[in-house]
């Protein structure tokens, strides 16, 4: 199971970052690549970022192209998503997912409960 952290309530404009960890244990164990997905209020959930664990890969939405990063922690136990620029829209509760594809699809872990991520003035 993966638990996510770092939501919180931010004014447009600003940043966050959250971190996605396997209990401190190490994350490519069980997983090839980790997704960042969100899921706004009566909406469906969306992909945000995909991190290979064994590449120096990554891929965004669109819409987060430019103010969002994924990253990891050397020890591949944390992947983070800082986000920066953040728009009322980005407002959602984030999920991480592990998966066995390069692409983070078909998520190999049920969902968590997330963190929330609200983006107002």
């Known amino acids: 199971q993966l638990v996510e952290s770092g939501g919180g309530l931010v004014q447009p404009g600003g940043s966050l970052r959250l971190s996605c960890t396997a209990s401190?244990?190490?994350?490519?164990?069980?997983?090839?690549?980790i997704g960042w997905f969100r899921q706004a209020s009566g909406k469906e959930r969306e992909e945000v970022a995909c991190?290979?664990?064994?590449?120096?890969?990554?891929s965004y939405a669109d819409f987060v192209k430019g103010r969002f990063a994924i990253s990891r922690d050397n020890a591949k136990t944390t992947v983070y998503l800082q986000m920066n620029t953040l728009k009322p829209e980005d407002t959602a509760v984030y999920y991480c997912a592990r998966s066995w594809h390069d692409d983070c699809r078909n998520p190999a872990n049920s969902w968590g409960p997330g963190t929330q991520v609200n983006v107002t003035s």
């Open positions: 401190g244990a190490a994350l490519d164990v069980h997983a090839i690549s």
């Open positions: 991190l290979h664990l064994w590449r120096p890969d990554t």
